[in-house]
C-alpha cells in the first residue's frame, strides 16, 4: 500500500483538533466524509478516544493511504477506511454494521474541489444518518458574503476555478442555506489560521 503525505495536514492538524476536541459528541462514530491522506484520522482517533473514528473516500488511491497509515498507527478506535461517494443517494455506511452508531459528520477541505451537487448531496446525506444534536463539521476556505477573507485565498479560487470550472472557494452563506433545507443549524463560525474556517453544524 502507499502511504501518501499531504503537509498541509501537519498544519492545520493540531487547530482542527481543538475545535473537534471540544465540540464532538462525547460517544459513538465520527464519519470522516474525504479522509484523503489518512493523516488526520490517524491524528485525531487516538485523542479521541472515547470515540470510533470511520475515514471515508472516494478515491481508491487515498482509501489505500489510509489503510497504510492506520497499520503503521494502529490506533483502537480507528476503524477500516470504506469508500463513500457523497452523490450516492445510499452510503454503504448506511447498511452495514458499526461498533457505536454515527453521532457525528466531519468533512476537511472537500467542498472546493467538488462540484456544487457534492455540498448539497453531503447534507442530504448527512441528514439521513444523523440523530437530532449530532453534530456535522467543515472546514475549509470560504468567502463571506461574496468576499474572500485574503488576496491568497482569492489566487487560490481562480486557480481552482482554472483546473475544474465546477471547483471554487464556496459562499458560506451559500452552504449555510444548503444545511437548513436539509434540517441543520449553524451553531458557529471559528476563524483558523491560514484564512480557513471551522464551521459547526447541529441537527436539529
Known amino acids: 500500500m502507499t502511504k501518501r503525505y499531504a503537509p498541509a495536514t501537519e498544519r492545520n492538524r493540531e487547530a482542527i483538533l481543538g475545535v473537534l476536541r471540544d465540540r464532538l459528541p462525547d460517544e ?9 491522506t489518512g493523516q488526520h484520522a490517524v491524528f485525531f482517533a487516538p485523542t479521541l478516544g472515547a470515540r470510533y473514528w470511520l475515514p471515508t473516500d472516494i478515491d ?18 480507528l476503524l477500516p477506511p470504506q469508500s463513500l461517494d457523497v452523490l450516492d443517494t445510499v452510503w454503504p455506511v448506511e447498511t452495514v454494521e458499526l461498533p457505536a452508531p454515527i453521532s457525528a459528520v466531519v468533512n476537511i477541505n472537500m467542498l472546493h474541489i467538488a462540484p456544487w451537487s457534492c455540498c448539497e448531496a453531503l447534507f442530504a446525506g448527512a441528514a439521513r444518518i444523523l440523530k437530532p444534536g449530532a453534530t456535522m463539521f467543515l472546514y475549509g476556505p470560504f468567502r463571506r458574503e461574496g468576499q474572500h477573507s485574503s488576496a491568497s485565498n482569492a489566487s487560490f479560487d481562480d486557480q481552482l476555478r482554472s483546473q475544474d470550472p465546477q471547483w471554487g472557494v464556496r459562499d458560506l452563506e451559500a452552504v449555510i442555506s444548503v444545511a437548513v433545507d436539509h434540517g441543520f443549524e449553524c451553531r458557529e463560525v471559528i476563524e483558523m489560521p491560514a484564512n480557513n474556517l471551522s464551521v459547526i453544524f447541529v441537527c436539529v
Do not use: C, D, K, Y
Open 28 to 36: 459513538g462514530t465520527v464519519l470522516e466524509i474525504s479522509a484523503g
Open 60 to 77: 481508491e488511491i487515498s482509501l489505500a493511504s489510509i489503510a497504510s497509515w492506520r497499520e503503521e498507527t494502529a490506533p483502537v478506535n
